[in-house]
């Protein structure tokens, strides 16, 4: 019985393993997608023609009143339901608050998954735009409050 429990915990740990293994893999697939503050803030400055879309959730949004600006707010299960939202033919950022870059990296994987292939995510999100001093404006326009919504 004894000799059952112990393989069972070691079996749990294999499996936990594996799949930290792959998250920390897709993390890694993921980056070769990130921009920093620094080089989005070039792209602004010369005048490129790129979308920045601030993907945060709504709480997140009433926290932070802030955006960059030139960015289009979009909540974020709209752009996940209405993927046109994003232009395909148009190089574009997405950025949320979140540390893990988790909503901006969600909203990246669902458009890669629908062949989107010239958009990117700010590493670091909004923290680090203004970590660098970067401006930012307030967001003043009304939005929902989307307390169904179960990611940060």
Known sequence: MYLIA???VGLIFLILGLFRMRQLRNRRELEKYSIDADELHRLLESKRDIVVLDVRQPL????????????????PKEVME??????????SVVY??????KTSRMVLQNAL??????????KGGLAAWKEK???VEIYDKPFHLDTA???S
């Open 6 to 8: 112990i393989c069972a």
């Open 60 to 75: 997140d949004l009433l926290a932070h009143s802030e955006i960059i600006p030139g960015a289009v707010r979009v909540p």
């Open 82 to 91: 209405q993927a046109e939202l994003i232009p395909k033919d148009k190089d």
């Open 96 to 101: 949320c608050t979140c540390v893990s870059e």
């Open 113 to 122: 998954r629908l062949q989107f292939s010239r958009i990117k995510f700010l």
């Open 133 to 135: 001093g970067y401006p």
């Open 149 to 151: 919504s179960s990611h």
